[in-house]
């Protein structure tokens, strides 16, 4: 043992005692790396980290870790591409569609990134912008091997051209959904579909076709598409599906119905019927055929016990006065039943029909009833049930899309003033008037919203109105009325109708002495009076005061806005354009820094071009919050006028014109002196004088309300414009 041990060590100490007698060789150093290949380095890092941090579903840790990969590495593709999904878990739709741009840009196989585009684009109802990306992402190889995402992205595209009006594209993508499904059948079915879910897509698929067939007038291909799903769905070895063999019937009406083929449409429409349908549409298609054909539908419905059918067995006793009053009757009856949707779709749309906003209003009045409770001393909110919570809001989510109707129950609420009715009803009111920018209806009913219970939410939407009405007398005199509040709190709201009114020191003391909900807002109100009165120094300093107070990031950025507005008062263009841009180097996406940047300069007439990519790039972030809102319109006045502005600058007098009267004809716009003058401008351009004259008219009437109109004397100049063409 010891021999084996001596053996070991002496054959180990060989190599050493001969390396000992020769020089040592040199050690070659690496090279430095150069600046670029640190910053790679580096961002190789930070993208690891990032990736770290996702997988701990720290999404904002792995944002920021991600985002600074990217400022070392612009040109990298996986940081944007994980971005993309953590932008949608952070719920930045902006700039995850911002950056799945950037990746198809760099990558446009990338089908994965493009079928996320595609999905936030339809969530922001740009439907043919979605179905455009997926277009684009189909030719790609990546999808040969992955039978079931190309079959998802077929129809993801389908739908999307289903919700646009190309009515040939869409039977196109339907189209192909269909010989994708036949053609791949058996790859498909290794990707674990039964053969029954195949079924199921390939009858849908034909269904869908058919209705594209139907808007093309392609009768017969329709029919056949028709019966092929028919008989997909009623085979057992295929769909066996009997509502699927049901909807084949309404399909075939409707194409009847299309063909002007009544008296086949009810065949149809009866064979549906059959199936008993949970849903009032078939019923009130049914009932309209019946009429084409000569034939009652009233005796025709009652045969059908559904609910669905006896809702539309009221409405068409609703279309002759002798009907409407015994129809009246059991629809107040049923309001206080149900809670369905459909159901108060149908009712604000059947008293639409015959004009009988009285008689809404009765029912209204009972599903949002007055009390007797003295509010002005600000009781605890009643809890509602909730049956009875959801059935008002179905009733005012079906009132909202009848704005014109809305107006009128207003007008009968005026009249029949006697009758005691709650705030909360007038408050629906005004919301529903409002979305067809009735806006004396809307005054009216906050008037009354804030008679009825006195209460400081009544209070605030209705000095809200009135301030962008520019009513600031009004302002004031609702301030001087609402005493329950304090005066400190009323000072606030009263502070800036007094500066637009020139009232300088009154304002000034109101704001100093004003309470607000927190001290920020105090002081950006404070800053904002000193705009309106012109006083851009001390605007400044106050800013920048605050700026030393106000930490939080959120705070920063709102006085951010405020000081830039001051700098541009002051006449100081590079500091306040350099504002802007150190917002959007925070936030790429902020619409607000956006349009204004784009805004200041093209009012300086330079860099117009960029100007007008930063102006459409918040137009179009500003759309998608406001689709995925649900707002009646995706259509923001003040960047329409921007834009407009910007192509005046470049010399396109057409497109200028169709964006600025776009943005006049809006609510917000329509009070807006700055879109009219600019409209001006441009119809005076284009050699219209009677319409620069008119719009000039409004312009000069609308500075006259606002400080904006003694900013660089505006006014002034306006008047003048017009003596040129009297």
């Not at 952070?90 to 990338?110: F, Q, W």
């Not at 807006?672 to 600019?678: E, G």
Request: net charge neutral; glycine share 4%.
């Amino acid at each position: 043992m010891r021999g084996m041990i001596s053996v070991l060590v002496y054959g180990w100490c060989i190599p050493l005692l001969t390396a000992a007698d020769q020089p040592l060789p040199m050690r070659v150093l690496a090279p430095p790396l150069s600046v670029v290949e640190n910053a790679r380095r580096d961002a190789l890092a930070q993208f690891g980290s990032g990736r770290i941090k996702a997988r701990a579903d720290d999404s904002v840790g792995a944002a920021k870790k991600l985002e600074a990969a990217l400022k070392l590495d612009p040109d990298a593709v996986e940081p944007r591409r994980d971005l993309v999904a953590i932008y949608i878990d952070l719920g930045r739709d902006a700039a995850a569609i911002r950056t799945a741009r950037e990746v198809l840009a760099k990558n446009p196989s990338d089908v994965d990134t493009a079928h996320q585009l595609a999905n936030l684009l339809y969530t922001s109802h740009r439907f043919k912008d979605a179905a455009d990306v997926l277009d684009s992402a189909l030719p790609s190889p990546k999808l040969s091997m992955r039978t079931t995402k190309n079959l998802a992205i077929l129809l993801d595209r389908a739908r999307c051209r289903s919700r646009t009006d190309d009515a040939r594209r869409t039977a196109e993508a339907w189209q192909d959904v269909r010989q994708f499904l036949e053609s791949k059948q058996d790859l498909l079915r290794k990707d674990s579909f039964t053969k029954k879910e195949l079924a199921a897509e390939s009858a849908a698929a034909a269904e869908h076709h058919g209705r594209a067939l139907i808007k093309l007038k392609k009768f017969g291909e329709a029919s056949h598409s028709f019966k092929s799903a028919h008989a997909i769905f009623a085979d057992p070895h295929g769909a066996n599906d009997p509502a699927g063999v049901a909807r084949s019937h309404w399909n075939l009406a409707d194409l009847a119905v299309a063909q002007d083929q009544p008296e086949e449409a009810i065949k149809h429409y009866e064979a549906y019927l059959a199936f008993r349908p949970r849903n009032p549409e078939p019923y009130l298609k049914y009932a309209a055929a019946l009429r084409l054909a000569g034939q009652d539908p009233i005796g025709k419905l009652q045969k059908y016990s559904t609910p669905e059918a006896q809702w539309v067995l009221l409405a068409e006793k609703s279309r002759t006065p002798a009907g409407f009053g015994e129809a009246h009757t059991e629809w107040s009856k049923l309001a206080l039943q149900t809670d369905d949707p459909e159901f108060f779709h149908l009712l604000v749309k059947t008293y639409s029909t015959a004009d009988s906003g009285a008689g809404l209003l009765t029912i209204a009045q009972v599903l949002f009833p007055a009390t007797t409770e003295n509010r002005a001393r600000t009781p605890a909110p009643a809890i509602v049930p909730r049956p009875v919570a959801e059935r008002r809001q179905a009733f005012a989510s079906a009132l909202v899309r009848e704005p014109a109707f809305a107006v009128k129950m207003t007008k009968s609420a005026q009249l029949s003033s006697r009758v005691q009715r709650s705030a909360e009803l007038w408050e629906l009111l005004a919301w529903a008037c409002s979305r067809g920018n009735h806006t004396e209806a809307v005054e009216a009913a906050l008037r009354e919203s804030f008679a009825a219970d006195g209460q400081f939410r009544s209070f605030q939407r209705l000095q809200a109105h009135l301030s962008r009405q520019r009513k600031w007398q009004e302002v004031i005199d609702v301030c001087n009325s609402a005493r329950n509040f304090g005066p400190g709190v009323l000072n606030f709201y009263r502070a800036g109708a007094l500066a637009e009114l020139e009232r300088a020191e009154e304002a000034l003391n109101a704001i100093s002495s004003a309470e607000a909900d927190n001290a920020l807002a105090a002081r950006r109100e404070k800053i904002r009076i000193l705009g309106i009165l012109g006083r851009y120094e001390e605007m400044l300093k106050e800013c920048n005061q605050a700026l030393e107070e106000f930490r939080a990031p959120a705070e920063v950025r709102s006085l951010r806005y405020l000081r830039s507005d001051a700098l541009l008062g002051l006449k100081r263009n590079r500091e306040a354009e350099e504002e802007l841009r150190g917002l959007l180097e925070d936030d790429a996406d902020d619409a607000l820094a956006l349009n204004n940047l784009g805004y200041y300069m093209a009012d300086q007439n330079r860099n117009l071009d960029e100007a007008e990519q930063l102006i459409r790039r918040a137009i179009e972030i500003e759309a998608d919050d406001r689709a995925r809102a649900g707002e009646p319109t995706t259509e923001h006045a003040a960047y329409l006028d921007s834009l407009g502005w910007v192509l005046f600058r470049k010399g396109q007098l057409d497109e200028a014109r169709k964006r600025l009267e776009r943005a006049a004809a809006l609510g917000e716009g329509a009070t807006d002196p700055t879109i009219w003058d600019h409209l001006g401008d441009v119809v005076y351009r284009l050699n219209d004088l009677k319409r620069a004259k008119e719009v000039w008219t409004v312009a000069e009437q609308l500075y006259a309300t606002t400080h904006k109109g003694r900013e660089g004397g505006r006014r002034a100049e306006v008047t003048r414009k017009l003596k040129l063409i009297k």
